[in-house]
């Protein structure tokens, strides 16, 4: 049964290809209809389309099937197209004509696009938190590690002192730039589209406003046309986002892996936390790592994905826009997991300390000793040309001495203005 039947059935191998996996992927957006038909009947009764009766009705109605929702006991049932289907049948079920009157100055396009909205929200609330989670555990790895060196490397060579306090601090702030993203996904995200209907607007006096402020959004998303193209748009920009936040969350995952490698042996993680081979019994194998990596990369690929959707779309709403869903739900999830196992897996990361006391490293000290010469007095140049020829001689000796005290080195990491940078951000997804 459909809201839009007018006396004939659709075929049925229509119905099954159009609604696609709307039954399953809606029910993420169950909850998100209700709290938006609440909003939208209280201003049908503010602007006299239903009365105070009607809507003492209707508000204790929706907030049973909100219940259910939360109890997780709701479904679309079979022949049903979606969520918005699915609560106005039940309404109607229960109330009569009452429950066919709350979809006046409404239309799916808006409903579904406030459903997502509001959905978007609260999943880059989530994902906000879990890379905050990661930020803490990373600092305080940073703080706690700050002291250890390792190798640091340009060009895949061993060039200058590192450390872990260094690599752990760099990818708690390569997150903060990740969260200027989502921040400005969330900002997208948080404008009213009801009222937009189809896409052109209604000839009932909306209250749009009131919508604004009852359901939290920052403002509406005025023009009602540019509020239609907010789909796709949005999700453009939350793709951006998890894409960025994916591509720090990979690169860490590959220095993982690489300083797990034997070769390395830079870090290790507690046996349980290992996987093993069939064959090899040796082997203590990175797949945590090696999955995240994966999943990383293929999030990167959820921008294309949607670019390629909605590429030369016809304005105003296009079926083809449903598919969004197929995509961007998957992936948030995906991300946050993703966080979360990285957030878990860090908590028990076992760092190698003397690393750089291995022969192996001696040239990584190469630039401390020049810069101790200049520092003395000698011409920069001449003091590069001293330590090269002592490495060309093979008569190099290093010092071993490291001496960074400028602001983001090795010996003053700024993992306090870092916080603070992160501090600032966080508290404008509220
Ligand atoms: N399932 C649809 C979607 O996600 C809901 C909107 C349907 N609107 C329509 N005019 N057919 O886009």
């Known amino acids: 049964m459909q809201l839009w039947n007018k006396g004939f059935e659709p075929d ?3 119905e099954k290809f159009t609604i696609g996996n709307d039954q399953e992927l809606d029910l993420r957006l ?3 209809d209700v709290q938006g038909s609440m909003a939208h009947i209280r201003m049908l009764e503010s602007i006299g389309l239903i009365s105070q009766e009607e809507l003492d009705k209707l508000l204790p109605a929706l907030k049973e099937i909100e219940d259910t929702i939360e109890k997780g006991e709701f479904t679309i049932e079979d022949g049903v197209e979606d969520v918005h289907s699915q609560i106005e049948f039940l309404l109607t079920k229960k109330l009569g004509y009452i429950g066919k009157k709350i979809h006046s100055g409404r239309s799916r396009n808006d409903q579904v696009l406030l459903d997502l909205k509001l959905f978007f929200r609260d999943e880059i609330k989530k994902t906000a938190e879990a890379c905050e989670r990661l930020f803490v555990t990373l600092q305080k790895l940073s703080e706690e590690h700050k002291d250890k060196l390792m190798p640091g490397y ?6 200058m002192p590192s450390s872990f306090g260094l690599w752990f601090g760099a990818y708690a702030e390569a997150l903060t730039d990740d969260l ?3 921040l400005a996904a969330y900002k997208i995200a948080n404008q009213n589209p009801l009222g937009s209907a189809a896409g052109y607007g209604s000839s009932f006096p909306l209250n749009r406003e009131m919508t604004t402020e009852l359901l939290h959004f920052q403002n509406p998303h005025y023009n009602v046309v540019a509020a239609q193209m907010s789909r ?3 999700e453009k920009a939350l793709a951006a986002a998890i894409a960025a936040i994916a591509s720090t969350l990979g ?8 300083w797990m490698c034997g070769n390395f042996g830079f870090v290790s993680f507690p046996d349980e ?3 093993g081979s069939s064959i090899m019994p040796h082997k203590k194998n990175p797949d945590v790592f090696e999955i995240m990596r994966g999943k990383c990369n293929r999030l990167q690929s959820v921008q294309n994905e949607i670019a390629l959707l909605t590429a030369n779309l016809p304005l105003g709403y296009n079926r083809d826009l449903q598919l969004l869903k197929d995509i961007i739900f998957p992936a948030t999830s995906e991300l946050v997991g993703c966080l979360e196992i990285a957030d878990f897996m860090l908590q028990q990361i076992k760092v190698k300390s003397d690393i750089l006391e291995d022969k192996l490293y001696d040239y990584i000290f190469t630039v401390e000793d020049v810069n101790r010469l200049a520092n003395q007095g000698m011409p920069f140049r001449d003091a590069y040309k001293k330590v090269g020829l002592e490495v060309q001689n093979k008569t190099y000796k290093p010092t071993r001495e490291v001496h960074h005290t400028h602001l983001g080195s090795i010996g003053n990491l700024a993992n306090e203005q870092i916080a ?3 501090k600032g951000i966080i508290s404008q997804f509220n």
């Open 12 to 14: 049925k191998l229509i």
């Open 180 to 182: 200027q993203m989502l």
């Open 273 to 275: 936390l290992t996987t």
């Open 30 to 32: 169950a909850k998100y």
């Open 251 to 258: 690169h860490m995952a590959m220095d993982v892996c690489m």
């Open 154 to 159: 340009t060009h895949l060579q061993i060039a």
């Open 232 to 234: 796709g748009k949005t």
């Open 420 to 422: 603070t940078k992160m």
